[in-house]
């Protein structure tokens, strides 16, 4: 007959229990079989196939990918603007830069005219003056400035007519600038102001 074994003190001995602590592979009292990978990919299997069984589930799924792409083209271009900005910037600081460059020579010179002007050396003046002009007319030029023609007919495109007056010319000449005009490669800066001929008559 078997039974439980008796300790010293006659009391019975209860059998071992297995700790049931957080050890690998031990749930409780009972052992639990460890990972395997193509039971977990059977799984996934199964859930995708479920998914695919589930036209709803589908349709979510393909929403949210077609949402992340958004939100990733939305990033990007983001980013793009940013980046577009940045270089913008500097492009501009760096023609200013050496636009300024360009002008200090001449304010140089135009400073050494009005030290002539004070001690009233006339000649120098007027040589200072002039090499100023040619200096600052070359730096506009290689800037893309040119000045817009006068001669033949008005063109209200480039043309301003403050006056008309009787003249010899064809009716609609340019007979006067009053003010010059300046283009900038193909945007007009400024147009020139002209008087323009009427007819002798009028």
Do not use: C, W
């Not at 010293?8 to 071992?16: A, I, K, L």
């Not at 199964?46 to 990918?65: I, N, T, Y």
């Amino acid at each position: 007959m078997t039974g439980a074994v008796g300790r010293g003190d006659g009391q019975p001995t209860q059998p071992p229990v297995r700790d049931s602590g957080p050890v690998e592979g031990v749930r409780g009292n009972r052992e639990v079989p460890p990972s395997d990978p193509a039971r977990d990919q059977l799984d996934e299997a199964v859930e995708d196939r479920g998914r695919e069984d589930d036209p709803l589930a589908a349709a979510k799924a393909k929403a949210q990918e077609h949402l992340d792409d958004l939100k990733r083209l939305a990033a990007e271009f983001e980013n793009y603007k940013k980046r577009a900005a940045r270089e913008q910037q500097s492009l501009s600081a760096r023609s200013t830069e050496r636009l300024v460059k360009e002008l200090l020579p001449i304010v140089d010179d135009l400073e050494r005219a009005l030290e002539a002007a004070e001690e009233h050396e006339e000649a120098k003046l007027e040589e200072g003056v002039r090499l100023v002009h040619r200096q600052l007319a070359s730096v506009l030029e290689r800037e893309g400035l040119a000045e817009i023609e006068t001669n033949g007919q008005f063109d209200p495109h480039v043309h301003e007519a403050l006056l008309s007056q009787p003249s010899d010319e064809d009716e609609g000449a340019v007979v006067e600038v009053l003010q010059k005009g300046y283009r900038l490669g193909d945007q007009v800066l400024r147009p020139a102001r002209v008087v323009v001929a009427s007819s002798k008559d009028a």
